[in-house]
């Protein structure tokens, strides 16, 4: 018999936390159940790097970190309701984080009813609890199992090289054969062309929220030019007022302002912005306490791979290193450089 869906599979996950979410918390995260892809290749019980749908379950609706009673807020305001609200955020976090990921879902099972959530990198939107033995949470499954990996939320522009790309790779980033590898498709500002850049692990991450940039970096080697160069992923704040960074640098270097480091390419990822900032207004929706910025995926590369800060040779190495970037963001502020940039701030997402 053919399997309702016959892509996932419903994992018992409530007794074997993932050894790999210590990094994020230090009680190992364990959802109840998670959903994987049947060909995932999971080697554990537990693997927020490879779940596709994490779900919890309260006994008590009062342990609902939602309300559906109030017409002025969603939110749940006990002390059981915001231990369930760092529970189930917590889960978000550590997919987000440790998947390539526009988007996900979770659900939240209280009593007899459950709420579906969709997180993004701008909030998260949450429906109103339903009786889970009818036929919608089933009905939820069956459509997620049948959706495209971009619905899914998988972020379809990250991939595995191919096989002689890797070899070279390796070789070129000093990786053994045992190290994971990544291939990123990085878009052209002035053209609709696309290059591929092979990386590893990252070697930032700022990403511990489940809102907000999330930006990681990458030191990656590039299939075309054969050269190692860095590449950075982030959530930009998508805003009329707001400079991509790739914007941003090419007016420095147009200016010739000194000790920039060169701008490759970088553009918007398509069809990779946040949508929770759009439902705020709704008819539907429960009013919340500040309004949500709307994200856009970014990636983009520069041609230099600079070192650790402290990992300077002598004195004169670090003074001159302080003293190139004080004159590279002194000249960017001189009225002499004529320069006109937008703003570029740093966001602060909530839920």
Known sequence: MKPFCPHLELVDTHASGDPESGILNPELLKPDTAAYNRDSGRDRVTDFSLIEIHSEFKLDTHDDAFRDDTPDSIEHDTEASRDTKGQITSYAVAQLATQFRSHIFSILICGGYARILRWDRSGAVVSQTFNYSNRYLAEFYWRYDHSTPEDRGVDISVSEPLADEATLARQHLKLDSWVPLVKFAVYHEDDEG???????????????????RATRTFIVFDLLTEEVVFLKDTWRIDLPDMAKEGEIYTALHKAKVSHIPPFVRGEDIPHQRTLAQDFVSASWARPIARPLRPHQHYRFV????????????????????????????????????NLTLLPFRSSQGGL
């Open 194 to 212: 696309i290059s591929y850049y092979i990386g590893s692990k990252p070697t930032f991450k700022g990403n511990a929220s489940p809102t907000g």
């Open 302 to 337: 520069l041609g230099v791979v600079g070192r650790d800060l402290m990992s300077f040779d002598s004195s004169w190495e670090l003074v001159n290193a302080m003293k190139d970037a004080l004159q590279g963001a002194l000249c960017s502020t001189c009225p002499d450089h």
